[in-house]
């Protein structure tokens, strides 16, 4: 059985940084697509960033130049380091696991299809 769990969440001021880490269970990182993904309330859940088997990483635009997705291998666990959060960033964040790593681009755009989810970790970015 897949699992993912998540945590790093929490409350942080504009500009501020958070880390959120992944840690996967049932399923190697290292042969699989990771991703992180986000939903606000009342909108749509939209993908943020994601990690591929051979290390290939793909943002949304919103996350480009500000968050970094990473993994650690030994630990079998996917980071999201998010710095200069905005009002805008807040938001629930899920990781989304799928042994398609060929498809990763894909699902991460489409925001939806990952295979395994884990039960998400709340980002609150404000004054």
């Known amino acids: 059985q897949v699992q993912a769990v998540e945590s790093g969440g929490g409350s942080v001021q504009p500009g501020g940084s958070l880390r959120l880490a992944c840690v996967v269970s049932?399923?190697?990182?290292?042969?699989?697509?990771v991703g992180w993904l986000r939903q606000a309330p009342g909108a749509d859940r939209e993908g943020v960033a994601a990690?591929?088997?051979?290390?290939?990483?793909t943002y949304a635009d919103s996350a480009k130049g500000r968050f970094t997705i990473s993994r650690d291998s030994a630990k079998n666990t996917v980071y999201l380091q998010m710095n200069s959060l905005q009002p805008e960033d807040t938001a629930k964040y899920y990781c989304?696991?799928?042994?398609?790593?060929?498809?990763?681009?894909?699902?991460?755009?489409?925001?939806?299809?990952?295979?395994?989810w884990g039960q998400g970790t709340q980002v609150t970015v404000s004054p």
């Open positions: 989304a696991t799928d042994p398609r790593a060929d498809m990763c681009t894909l699902l991460l755009h489409a925001g939806v299809g990952f295979r395994h």
């Open positions: 049932g399923l190697n990182v290292d042969n699989s697509c």
């Open positions: 990690i591929k088997d051979d290390g290939y990483t």
